[in-house]
């Protein structure tokens, strides 16, 4: 029995999507990413570019890819930007993604690049001795 339970556990690991390429869809916004959000957690890495989401949406995350999040050429500001951190603080470091691309959101200011710059200093202030 062990074996078998083993077995289908792997099997449902390998069958569990890991990467989702929405990009260019911008017919999916905020409204998209609302109804998605909840199905997100799963993945490594998600690529949402030029999907018409705005801080609004970016507010429905609650959870983010373990590798990976792009969001860039969207209609970001310093509060999606913020609500980013918060998670990427809230998160354990193994779990926090590793790449984050947010080019192309014309509407960060000096408050999202604080924002950000506070999480990357934790996250240097984490991996000294």
Same mark, same amino acid.
């Given at each position: 029995?062990?074996?078998?339970?083993?077995?289908?556990?792997?099997?449902?690991?390998?069958?569990?999507?890991?990467?989702?390429?929405?990009?260019?869809?911008?017919?999916?916004?905020?409204?998209?990413?609302?109804?998605?959000?909840?199905?997100?957690?799963?993945?490594? !890495? +998600?690529? &949402? /570019?030029?999907?018409?989401?705005?801080? $609004? =949406? *970016?507010?429905? @995350? %609650?959870? #983010?890819?373990?590798? !990976? +999040?792009? &969001? /860039?050429?969207?209609?970001?500001?310093? $509060? =999606? *930007?913020?609500? @980013? %951190?918060? #998670?990427?603080?809230?998160?354990?470091?193994?779990?926090?993604?590793?790449?984050?691309?947010?080019?192309?959101?014309?509407?960060?200011?000096?408050?999202?690049?604080?924002?950000?710059?506070?999480?990357?200093?934790?996250?240097?202030?984490?991996?000294?001795?």
């Amino acid at each position: 029995i062990d074996k078998a339970l083993r077995h289908r556990t792997n099997n449902k690991q390998r069958n569990v999507l890991q990467h989702l390429d929405l990009s260019g869809n911008s017919a999916i916004g905020d409204v998209g990413l609302s109804i998605l959000a909840p199905s997100l957690s799963s993945l490594s !890495t +998600l690529d &949402l /570019s030029s999907c018409g989401i705005t801080d $609004d =949406g *970016v507010s429905s @995350l %609650t959870n #983010l890819p373990t590798d !990976t +999040l792009n &969001l /860039s050429l969207n209609n970001l500001g310093n $509060d =999606g *930007v913020r609500h @980013l %951190t918060r #998670l990427l603080l809230s998160q354990s470091s193994p779990a926090a993604p590793r790449r984050l691309d947010l080019s192309g959101n014309k509407r960060v200011g000096d408050d999202g690049a604080s924002a950000l710059a506070a999480v990357l200093s934790s996250a240097n202030q984490q991996q000294q001795p």
